[in-house]
C-alpha cells in the first residue's frame, strides 16, 4: 500500500472530525457550527472556551469604549458635571444588565426608543430575535 500524502492525512483527518461532530451534535448542529465557523471566519482548531472568553473580553472592551465616548460627549457637549455622568453611567450599566440578563432585548429597546422620541436607530441583523 502506497503513503498517503499529508493532504490526504488532513482529509482523513477531517472526515473523521466531522463524523464526530455529527454524533455529538447532530445533523443540523453540525450544519449550524460549521456556518457560524465560517461566517465568522473562526479557524475549526480554535477551542470553544478560547472563543468564548475572547467574546467576553471584546464586549467588555467595547462596552468601556462606548462608555467612555459617552462621557466625553456628555461633559463637552452637554456641559454635565462628574455627579451627572456618574448617574448616567451607572443607569447605562443598569441598562446594559437587563439586556445581558434577557430581561430586554434589542428589538424592544429600540422600539421603545422609536415610539417615545421618534429616533429610530437601525441595528444589524445579528441583534434582531429569531
Known sequence: MAKLSKEELARYGGAWW??????????????????????????????QSDLDRFCEEEKANTIATIMMMAAVTLRDEYDMDAEQIDRFIKRFNTKTECLLGQYVNWEELRDGLAEETGIRISLPEVFMEK
Open 18 to 47: 466531522a463524523i464526530r461532530l455529527t454524533e455529538e451534535r447532530g445533523i443540523e448542529g453540525a450544519k449550524q457550527y460549521l456556518e457560524e465557523r465560517g461566517i465568522k471566519g473562526i479557524p475549526l482548531a480554535a477551542k
